[in-house]
């Protein structure tokens, strides 16, 4: 399904943080969000899910399909949250429970949105662990989030995102709180991912090299501005507007 944004606005008191954004995510695509620190690459991604802070209020259009989420009650908004657009995060450690078992956490979820028993649910998660190559997940599934790596953590907090079989996924900065090591796993994964479900991917990182790696098109925001899209290999090789080359030359001696 396709989420598109138009002319996204954000503000918080007097303060415009998005000044009109616009972006076309498609499925089967992964689209890159890059841009300097505080540029608004969180906050787009936070308005597609209603999850702005206190106080801010969007206006413009964020429609998946035919439905305008910003038209959206608190109650309809909260069925499309975590069914159809989920979001990973960059710190899994933030977004699981220490205290369940990676077994509830993905069980709760889906229960609670798509109504499965006990039984069903213990076998879907079990899948889905698979899926995000957790090995030995019929076991795996029984352990508590500190007995992963910060990688497999982060495969599972994935997990948890694809639960309820999402049209759209939010990722952002899913690569930056892991060791290099393995940050090209969860890249490859979340590729395959895409590929695999047809799945529509909001990739938010600061990092032009991770971008280069697996997005299929990309935006680069600046001051609560897209200033450039485009696919990939023409923005990173070919940049239009002065700030993109100025964040490609930045890249230590790596030209994407
Ligand atoms: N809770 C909040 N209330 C008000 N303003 C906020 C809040 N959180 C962030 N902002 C402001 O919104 C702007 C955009 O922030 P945002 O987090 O979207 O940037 P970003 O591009 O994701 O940056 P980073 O790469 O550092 O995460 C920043 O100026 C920030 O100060």
Same mark, same amino acid.
């Given at each position: 399904?396709?989420?598109?944004?138009?002319?996204?606005?954000?503000?918080?008191?007097?303060?415009?943080?998005?000044?009109?954004?616009?972006?076309?995510?498609?499925?089967?695509?992964?689209?890159?969000?890059?841009?300097?620190?505080?540029?608004?690459?969180?906050?787009?991604?936070?308005?597609?899910?209603?999850?702005?802070?206190?106080?801010?209020?969007?206006?413009?259009?964020?429609?998946?399909?035919?439905?305008?989420?910003?038209?959206?009650?608190?109650?309809?908004?909260?069925?499309?949250?975590?069914?159809?657009?989920?979001?990973?995060?960059?710190?899994?450690?933030?977004?699981?429970?220490?205290?369940?078992?990676?077994?509830?956490?993905?069980?709760?979820?889906?229960?609670?949105?798509?109504?499965?028993?006990?039984?069903?649910?213990?076998?879907?998660?079990?899948?889905?662990?698979?899926?995000?190559?957790?090995?030995?997940?019929?076991?795996?599934?029984?352990?508590?989030?500190?007995?992963?790596?910060?990688?497999?953590?982060?495969?599972?907090?994935?997990?948890?995102?694809?639960?309820?079989?999402?049209?759209? /996924?939010?990722? *952002?900065?899913?690569?930056?709180? $892991?060791? #290099? +090591?393995?940050?090209? %796993? @969860?890249?490859?994964?979340?590729?395959? /991912?895409?590929? *695999?479900?047809?799945?529509?991917? $909001?990739? #938010? +990182?600061?990092?032009? %090299? @991770?971008?280069?790696?697996?997005?299929?098109?990309?935006?680069?925001?600046?001051?609560?501005?897209?200033?450039? +899209?485009?696919?990939? %290999?023409?923005?990173?090789?070919?940049?239009?507007?002065?700030?993109?080359?100025?964040?490609?030359?930045?890249?230590?001696?790596?030209?994407?």
């Amino acid at each position: 399904m396709t989420l598109t944004i138009s002319g996204l606005k954000v503000a918080v008191g007097d303060r415009e943080i998005l000044r009109g954004v616009d972006l076309d995510l498609q499925p089967g695509r992964v689209h890159g969000l890059a841009g300097e620190s505080g540029s608004g690459k969180t906050m787009t991604g936070l308005a597609v899910l209603g999850l702005l802070p206190h106080g801010a209020k969007a206006t413009g259009r964020i429609t998946l399909g035919e439905r305008d989420l910003l038209g959206m009650s608190a109650k309809e908004l909260n069925k499309i949250r975590g069914g159809e657009v989920a979001m990973v995060f960059q710190d899994p450690a933030t977004s699981m429970h220490p205290m369940l078992t990676i077994g509830r956490q993905l069980t709760e979820h889906m229960r609670h949105h798509l109504g499965l028993g006990r039984k069903e649910a213990r076998a879907r998660a079990i899948e889905l662990l698979g899926q995000v190559r957790i090995p030995g997940a019929a076991s795996a599934i029984d352990r508590y989030p500190h007995q992963f790596s910060g990688g497999m953590r982060q495969r599972i907090a994935i997990a948890i995102a694809l639960a309820c079989s999402p049209k759209v /996924l939010i990722a *952002d900065e899913p690569t930056t709180a $892991l060791d #290099v +090591t393995v940050q090209a %796993g @969860v890249l490859r994964l979340l590729r395959g /991912l895409c590929d *695999d479900l047809g799945l529509a991917v $909001l990739l #938010v +990182t600061h990092d032009l %090299g @991770v971008m280069s790696a697996v997005a299929d098109e990309v935006s680069v925001m600046k001051e609560g501005l897209v200033v450039e +899209t485009g696919p990939r %290999g023409r923005v990173l090789r070919d940049p239009e507007h002065p700030y993109t080359r100025a964040l490609l030359d930045s890249l230590p001696g790596e030209k994407a």
